[in-house]
Every structure is written in C-alpha cells, then in structure tokens.
C-alpha cells in the first residue's frame, strides 16, 4: 500500500525525502551494499548537487528518485507520497542522451510531451498545444533550428539539450540531472551549463 507523509511533514520544506535509505545489490560475488542510511531533504525550489568520487553510488540516489529502482531498506517520498516508481513529475537527463535514433529532435520531445498531456480521454490536450509545448521547449534550449534533424546528424552538446529539452516539455516538479554534461568538451559544457541556470531561472 502507498504511503503518505503527514501533513506536517508533507510541507514544501521537505518536497523530496529520502529516510534510512539502503540499496545493496546482488552480485555474482555475493551482496554489495552501495548505499547506507542515507537521509535527505529537499525543500520546493532548491538546487541540490551530489557530489563523490566515481562509485560512491550519487547515481544510485538519483535513480531511486525517479523511481527506476526500488530501496532495500528505507522510504522516499516526492510532495508527500512514497516514490512507487517512474512519474512524470520526476524527469531525469542522463550522462548519454538517451534519444531514440530514428526519431527527429521534434518527435524525441513530442513523444514524451503526448506520453504526459495526452493520456487518456480525460487528459486530452488538443495537438496544437502539444506542438506549442514541443516547439517552446526546443526553443528553450536553442535547438529551433535543428527540429527536423535526426540524432546522428547533431552533435553532442544538441543531443544533451534535447534530452533537456524533453525533460523540460513535461514540466517535471523535480529535474534529476546525472551528470548530463560529462561527455562534452569543457568549452560545451561550460556553456550548457550557463544556459541550464538561465533555464531554471525562468
Ligand atoms: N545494478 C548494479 N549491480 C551491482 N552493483 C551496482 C549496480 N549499480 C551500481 N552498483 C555499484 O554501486 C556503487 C555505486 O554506483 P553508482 O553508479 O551509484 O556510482 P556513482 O557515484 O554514480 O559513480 P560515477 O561518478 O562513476 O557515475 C558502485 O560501486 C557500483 O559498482
Ligand atoms: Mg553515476
């Protein structure tokens, strides 16, 4: 059965929480216990970063958050209810954009942005404004121009703003960011970087 916090606790101090928190893996060499007792708050509006050396398991954190995996031990909570798996409200960029090939930039985005505002006859928005929401959101992201372009025939850095591009279009309540800009070049990824700010800021 899904938990609830309660409503003390649900404030918006506490809009992400983590409590207890363990994840050991099975392994052919037996269990690996990667994370341990990890308790975390984040209020409404924050900007968090974790930081540790490679394996010290931030992307373990991260993927529990979007719900790709579950806890061994301890509760997470997102605006009050226990995290029971992947939502819209939770939208992750990850460190290899993750596009499909053989879709062009503007069907990558489009599709998640129908997955989330077209999903049953209640929840039906009209095409025009799921085009309105792919067309901003690439424009977001500077990418306006290569809407037709197919993965291969983009760089990189376009990749990884498209994959911010449609993390975006989904208007997330939390945007988990795993390492997004650590394939690039330093000079890409000082700019991507400077852009994301502007972006959170609007
Ligand atoms: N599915 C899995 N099965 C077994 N062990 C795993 C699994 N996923 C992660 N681990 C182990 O858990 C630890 C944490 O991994 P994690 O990917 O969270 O590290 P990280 O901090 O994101 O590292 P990096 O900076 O290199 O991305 C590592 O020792 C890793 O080998
Ligand atoms: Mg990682």
Known sequence: MEKTLTTEKANSDR???????DMTFSTKKGDFNALKNINLSIREGEFVSI??????GKSTVLNLIAGLT??????LFCAGREIAGPGPQRAVVF???SLLPWLTCYENVYLA??????????KKEPKTQLKTRTDAALELVGLTH?????????????????GIARALAMEPKVLLLDEPFGALDALTR???QDELMKIMAK
């Open 51 to 56: 930081i540790g050396h490679s394996g010290c």
């Open 190 to 192: 000082a700019n991507l």
């Open 146 to 162: 290569a809407t037709d372009k197919r993965p291969n025939e983009i760089s990189g850095g376009m990749k990884q703003r498209v």
């Open 15 to 21: 809009y992400v929480q983590l409590e207890n928190v």
């Open 95 to 97: 460190q290899n954009h």
């Open 113 to 122: 942005v129908e997955r989330v505002f077209c999903t049953s006859a209640e």
């Open 70 to 75: 579950q806890p061994t031990e301890g509760l």
